[in-house]
């Protein structure tokens, strides 16, 4: 019942790319996926919970000065758990960040926190489907 990282790269993948004022990028794969999910009947009644940790490679583009840049990067989700996506954190990090300036850093990082409701809008899915088995 675990997905592995190809059924949540199949999920995630779907939710297409985020537009941003100075960009878009969008997921291009799962890179990390950990946790346990799990479906228990007591008393004829099913009970379903996981516990995950992902990491999502993510990949746009943004405009820097005045040109577009390629952008790469990592969204870490440290520990989601069912019923508990209100509290959803990420974290944001850019893999190749060389030759920008920290406000452009500050503000493309920014910019993929937008990928918070998006990304909690999948997770409530995958828990329908979840309650749904």
Not at 66 to 90: A, M, N, R
Request: charged share 35%; with cysteine; glycine share 8%.
């Amino acid at each position: 019942m675990l997905p592995d990282s190809l059924e949540w790269q199949e999920l995630l993948i779907s939710m297409g790319s985020l537009e941003c004022s100075g960009g878009r990028a969008e997921v291009a794969e799962v890179t990390r996926c950990s946790g346990d999910a799990f479906l228990v009947t007591v008393r004829n009644k099913k009970r379903v919970g996981y516990t995950y940790e992902l990491t999502i490679k993510v990949k746009g583009e943004w405009l820097v000065g005045d040109e577009k840049k390629v952008i790469k990067g990592h969204i870490d989700i440290p520990e989601f758990s069912f019923g508990e996506l209100d509290d959803l954190q990420i974290e944001v990090s850019l893999s190749e960040d060389k030759d920008f300036g920290q406000q452009d850093k500050h503000r493309i990082k920014q910019d993929m926190k937008q990928f918070l409701q998006p990304l909690r809008e999948k997770l409530l899915q995958f828990e329908q489907e979840l309650k749904e088995l």
